[in-house]
């Protein structure tokens, strides 16, 4: 399974809407429901047409914490768990060696995305590999270079080759466990672009790490099926399309851009801003303001002060009458929506409140 055979489960989604992200006026919401339904229905395509070779329990597509990639043919797959750390190299071919060493080196060597439309900005040797300090090899070394992430295919199909049964099918597959502290590791290569947005945009670094971590867990590839994107899940149609509108730009970002690791990062704190600076402006304590910052980012910011009133100006003077403690509480117990509630929780729990 060579480079150009790898292909990511996001690439087909991404191909698609960008066939329908022509620039459109703010309030076009029909655009934005278009968009959704066209994702949500090529991937149930993807996903029937995974069922029909791999059966109906092996269907897996990529997701905020789920890496995914499929060879042309659906034959060969690799699957990063970015919370439990594991990596599956899989494949049902009857000679399964080539199909799962060339996959093993390809993931092994796998690239930030630069841009996902072009298959081959994913492989690059010439830049530093995703996973280069997330995974050692049989000798405890990190994999930077083709050499050693060939000799590294060549001891796991040796000696930690698998086979098991599904559906009637046998499946070859070897695992690769990333190092115990991988999630740091990943923190680590995005902190530069973090400190730059938390100066341009006034913000503590810790909450965009903490933000990073809940929204994708420091994955760079991250796609949901809500169409956000990225390392802090920016929709386009949404927070991407408000911040092209505040800084006089017609349209929204491209799905590509907003893949990219720096303008990511770059846009979800430059939305996170927003939110204090438009949307929650008045409230007064810095905490407080907090609170509501990072219920916003997930569930909006209409949505946090209804907690307190119906009417905007109340539900500030309300928040500025409590006292920070208190807007946690009424924050996670009386938001409306169960998801911004623990959001809260897993955002500042990160923090340490």
Not at 96 to 103: M, Q
Not at 113 to 134: G, M, W
Not at 272 to 287: E, K, S
Request: glycine share 4%; hydrophobic share 40%; net charge neutral.
């Amino acid at each position: 399974m060579p480079n150009k055979q790898l292909i990511a489960m996001t690439i087909a989604a991404l191909i698609l809407s960008a066939c329908s992200s022509s620039p459109t006026p703010k309030k076009s919401q029909p655009v934005y429901t278009k968009d959704t339904n066209a994702l949500n229905i090529l991937i149930n395509q993807i996903s029937d047409n995974i069922q029909d070779i791999w059966g109906s329990k092996e269907v897996l597509i990529a997701g905020p914490k789920d890496y995914v990639q499929y060879s042309e043919d659906l034959q060969t797959r690799v699957h990063i768990n970015f919370v439990s750390g594991v990596i599956t190299i899989e494949t049902l071919e009857t000679d399964a060696k080539p199909a799962l060493y060339a996959a093993i080196t390809s993931t092994l060597l796998l690239a930030e995305p630069v841009d996902l439309l072009n298959s081959q900005a994913i492989h690059d040797s010439t830049q530093e590999p995703f996973l280069y300090k997330q995974v050692v090899d049989n000798m405890g070394e990190a994999i930077r270079w083709p050499w050693r992430a060939n000799r590294f295919a060549d001891y796991l199909l040796a000696n930690q080759l698998k086979t098991r049964q599904s559906g009637g099918k046998q499946i070859a597959y070897v695992t690769i466990n990333l190092v115990a502290n991988h999630v740091d590791e990943r923190a680590h290569k995005f902190l530069p672009l973090v400190k730059t947005a938390a100066q341009n945009y006034r913000l503590d670094e810790a909450l965009i790490l903490a933000i990073m971590k809940v929204e994708s867990n420091y994955n760079p590839f991250a796609v949901s099926r809500s169409d956000a994107l990225g390392l802090m899940q920016v929709q386009q149609h949404t927070a991407g399309r408000d911040l092209y509108s505040a800084w006089g730009k017609s349209g929204e970002p491209s799905r590509s851009f907003l893949l990219e690791p720096k303008n990511n990062i770059d846009m979800g704190s430059a939305y996170l801003a927003m939110i204090r600076d438009r949307y929650l402006v008045g409230i007064r304590n810095p905490i407080s303001m907090k609170y509501a910052m990072i219920t916003s980012y997930n569930g909006g910011a209409g949505s946090v002060l209804m907690t307190f009133s119906k009417d905007r100006s109340k539900a500030v003077d309300e928040i500025n009458r409590l006292s920070p403690e208190q807007v946690y509480q009424k924050l996670t117990s009386d938001h409306a929506s169960a998801e911004s509630r623990n959001y809260l929780i897993k955002v500042t729990n990160i923090m340490g409140k």
